[in-house]
């Protein structure tokens, strides 16, 4: 069984910054792909930004230059570095990894006033 535990979100000011993580426990043999994605009120679930398999890294057009995707290979961990928040970046943030089987976090909620 694998796990996948998120935090770092919270409410912050608009340009403001916060750090997310995603921790990935459990039967992990290979990992096609781990990265973030967001749902905020109303619409669908969209892809930030993620390590692909073939080593590269995506983003969303909309937060390149802000966002930034990092990994911890030995302790199975993501981190999205998110700088410049607005208050349109509030969402609900998940991780997802692939084995190639997905999982996903439970979600962190971001919050930026005004």
């Known amino acids: 069984q694998v796990q996948l535990v998120e935090s770092g979100g919270g409410l912050v000011q608009a340009g403001g910054s916060l750090r997310l993580s995603c921790v990935a426990s459990?039967?992990?043999?290979?990992?096609?792909?781990m990265g973030w994605y967001r749902q905020a009120p109303g619409k669908q679930r969209e892809l930030v930004a993620a390590f692909t398999s073939i080593g590269s890294i995506n983003y969303a057009d909309s937060v390149k230059g802000r966002f930034a995707i990092s990994g911890d290979n030995a302790k199975n961990t993501v981190y999205l570095q998110m700088n410049s928040l607005k208050p349109e970046h509030r969402a609900v943030y998940y991780c997802?990894?692939?084995?190639?089987?997905?999982?996903w976090g439970q979600g962190t909620q971001v919050t930026v006033a005004a």
């Open positions: 459990g039967s992990i043999y290979s990992i096609n792909f």
């Open positions: 997802l990894l692939r084995t190639p089987y997905s999982y």
